[in-house]
Nanobody, 125 residues
Framework: VQLQASGGGLVQFGGRVTLSCAASGRTFSGYGMGWFRQAPGKEREFVSFISYSGSTYYADSVKGRFTGSRDNAKNMAYLQMNTLKPEDTAVYSC????????????????????WGQGTLVTVSS
């Protein structure tokens, strides 16, 4: 089972980027998907969660700017990031919820399995 996040890069202040998370090895259609980020020298923090049914939840710091989505047929999840700020600079990782069919958000990284290799987003000021 593998997850791979991609789509990061250097973005200007106020710009946008869409991250992708490709899952392989099994289907995750019944599981929520989470996005987390870790900035240099900081703890990993929750960014977004999308339930198996498509309900979305966001950290207050990104609410209104980021949008999560998923395509179960393709075993993919996405994070569209708009109006980017320098403080959004971090390595972004996707992960699969441990619990089948969870409908409420969990921001605890320990509730996730199958962490993918992250992708770096750098926002220039």
């Amino acid at each position: 089972v593998q997850l791979q996040a991609s789509g990061g890069g250097l973005v200007q202040f106020g710009g946008r980027v869409t991250l992708s998370c490709a899952a392989s090895g099994r289907t995750f259609s019944g599981y929520g998907m989470g996005w987390f980020r870790q900035a240099p020298g900081k703890e990993r923090e929750f960014v977004s969660f999308i339930s198996y049914s498509g309900s979305t939840y966001y950290a207050d710091s990104v609410k209104g700017r980021f949008t999560g989505s998923r395509d179960n047929a393709k075993n993919m999840a996405y994070l569209q990031m708009n109006t980017l700020k320098p403080e959004d600079t971090a390595v972004y990782s996707c992960a699969v919820d441990r619990r089948l069919g969870r409908t409420y958000v969990t921001i605890n990284p320990n509730d996730y399995d199958y962490w993918g290799q992250g992708t770096l987003v750098t926002v220039s000021s």
